[in-house]
């Protein structure tokens, strides 16, 4: 290369000014000089170069030169030769310009592929495809600005759906509209195009949660020995329409015996159905449905109840004269369970076995009590929405049945049994612990909602763990899940484990509880967020299909200028801002001003 030679440089032209001992001077098209290396420069033409090439592309044969090249590999100064007539700075940047910007030259300055006319015809299809799908995208967002929709391109809003999931990084249609891209913009949008409705519940999607129950194959555990207890009564207590029982109660000879669903003899510990299990670490309760964590066959097959006979784990309490536990022993087992609701056992709670299970339970709570155990008391509701989202929303208050906390006084009972057998035994297991509150705990009572919510803010985020550890809030000295096999894999896990050392195999060792601990927690925190997003969803469409809406609000606190509501007929706590400052647990009758299901929020003003 010398001065004043024609040459490449990212793609436009320049001419070389003066060549220097290490770099070399271009001039570049809008008159500024650059030094560069000789290597990011490819040259043209030698010259000499007055003036750089315009741009203007000189009459030429450039279709007929191609059909005379077919089969051939020419140079630049060929393709310019043949195309433009000669070989000049003017026709060999023009001949560049055929490089990949027509259907009938491909490739590079050093390696020109002249195209096959099938490959040309393929080119000139997909371009003038192209060309109508830009035309048909240009009316389309017209078409959105004004609000409407073209039937004929309705398709094209799979961009804006597939967004709003977060099954993509950005929507090509916010970016065209000028709207910030954020996936509540993306569902606002969907719904003002009637697109969706109020109803469509985008939460599950948007964490990756899957739709539809698992369907893998399940497999045989370890062989165990078990106990025949299914002459002895026993009974699963859960809510009106639970489909998943996995515990059940019994009282026998003097003795209180909890049985949990034996999960673990169809899916052991390593196997493609435990990792199966894994990957989607619980149940997914929606409101318009369930996903269960097991394929539906594991549930038929081993909740307690669903057949004549169930397998089961049994924790066998006994009992002193006031009822206080000294011994427990665990055997896997064969049970005959009856069904029943909360309110059934309600109305049986001074009858056996319900009565000697109570003084059980309520001896455990009082030893609870006596290590610092907290109670919080808030509103919580049940919402159920019918025909899988199409019907009535349903929302109802959490009964209180005294047979409710018996039944979850004997769950925490067993989770704290089953984590001293472990560490007792040196069974690695998944612990949960819950460091204890700092500072001053205020003073509680039902009737007082606001000391509920202030104690909530004391009160520390449980930690999962292998090293066994208190429950502060639970008041326990060691604690791990270890009741709910059929709906959540931390409980699954733990039954493995014993099922292993029952079985006097290996067990899994600490390494492994931690990975399996560690891949479930992040999709748990997903399951979580989809069931609070889902049920706030559903609460806040109920208002929106409800605009005349009033109900009782007790104010719990405040927050800069305004106070902090409780709406407790929708377990639902919010801000609202109020012309004078009212004591705390002052109740008061508000209605919906305004809501916005894509954000999630709510707004309420006071009544008269």
């Not at 000669?86 to 050093?110: H, I, S």
């Not at 989607?280 to 097959?301: C, D, F, G, H, V």
């Not at 079985?503 to 600490?510: D, I, K, N, V």
Request: one cysteine or more; aromatic letters at 6%.
């Amino acid at each position: 290369m010398k001065k004043d030679a024609l040459v490449l440089y990212k793609q436009v032209p320049a001419r070389i000014r003066e060549i220097l001992s290490d770099k070399i001077v271009i001039l570049l098209p809008d008159g500024k000089e650059k030094k560069v290396r000789s290597k990011d420069i490819h040259l043209l033409h030698p010259g000499p170069v007055t003036t750089l090439p315009d741009g203007a592309v000189p009459n030429g044969q450039a279709e007929e030169a191609w059909e005379l090249l077919q089969g051939e590999s020419p140079s630049l100064q060929d393709l310019a030769e043949l195309a433009f007539g000669e070989y000049n700075p003017q026709t060999v940047w023009a001949a560049f310009l055929l490089l990949n910007r027509t259907p009938w030259f491909r490739g590079t300055l050093d390696d020109i592929r002249v195209q096959t006319p099938e490959d040309v015809e393929k080119i000139q299809r997909e371009e003038e495809e192209k060309k109508e799908a830009d035309l048909r995208w240009t009316s389309f967002i017209t078409a959105l600005n004004k609000g409407t929709i073209q039937e004929e391109n309705r398709g094209l809003l799979t961009d804006l759906e597939q967004y709003c999931l977060q099954k993509s990084k950005k929507s090509r249609i916010l970016q065209a509209l000028g709207k910030q891209q954020s996936p509540e913009n993306a569902h606002r949008l969907l719904l003002q195009l009637g697109v969706w409705d109020l109803r469509r519940n985008p939460w599950p999607e948007r964490n990756q949660m899957p739709l539809k129950a698992p369907s893998f194959a399940l497999e045989a555990g370890p062989e165990l020995e078990r106990l025949d207890l299914t002459t002895m009564e026993a009974y699963a207590i859960d809510d009106v329409g639970n489909k998943d029982p996995d515990d059940a109660l019994s009282f026998h000879d003097g003795k209180l015996i909890v049985h949990i669903a034996d999960s673990s003899s169809l899916i052991p510990a390593g196997t493609e159905a435990d990792k199966e299990a894994r990957g989607r670490a619980a149940n997914l309760y929606l409101p318009e449905s369930t996903i269960p964590m097991l394929p539906l066959e594991a549930t038929e097959k081993l909740g307690l109840g669903l057949q004549e006979i169930s397998p089961a784990l049994s924790f066998e309490y006994t009992l002193n004269e006031e009822f206080d536990i000294t011994d427990c022993r665990i055997n896997f087992s064969n049970v005959k369970v009856t069904r029943m609701t909360y309110g059934e056992a309600e109305e049986k709670l001074e009858e056996e076995p319900f009565c000697s299970i109570m003084k059980v339970t309520k001896r455990f709570n009082s030893w609870r009590k006596e290590n610092g155990a907290l109670f919080l008391q808030l509103p919580e509701v049940k919402i159920r929405v019918t025909e899988e989202g199409l019907g009535d929303i349903l929302i109802s208050p959490i009964e209180e049945y005294k047979s409710r906390d018996m039944v979850a006084e004997t769950m925490m009972m067993t989770g704290f049994h089953t984590a001293r057998f472990s560490r007792d035994n040196g069974i690695p297991i998944p612990y949960v612990v819950q460091p204890a509150p700092e500072g001053d705990l205020p003073e509680t009572s039902p009737d007082d909602p606001a000391s509920m919510v202030q104690l909530r803010k004391f009160m520390k985020r449980s930690q999962t763990t292998t090293v066994g550890g208190p429950h502060s809030g639970m008041g326990l000295p060691v604690y791990t899940r270890a009741t709910s096999p059929l709906r959540r894999y931390s409980d699954l896990l733990v039954q493995q484990q014993l099922r292993l050392f029952k079985a006097g195999l290996p067990l899994l060792t600490e390494e492994d509880i931690l990975e399996g601990t560690a891949s479930c927690e992040s999709v748990i925190g997903r399951v979580i967020g989809s069931e609070r997003s889902s049920n706030l969803h559903w609460k806040l469409v109920y208002l929106a299909e409800n605009p005349d809406w009033e109900g009782e609000g007790i104010i719990v606190g405040r927050s800069d200028k305004q106070m902090i509501l409780q709406i407790p007929s929708l377990a639902l706590e919010t801000r609202i801002a109020l012309t004078e400052k009212l004591p705390l647990n002052s109740r008061i009758t508000v209605g919906l001003e305004r809501v916005d299901i894509p954000v999630q929020q709510v707004q309420f003003k006071v009544r008269d």
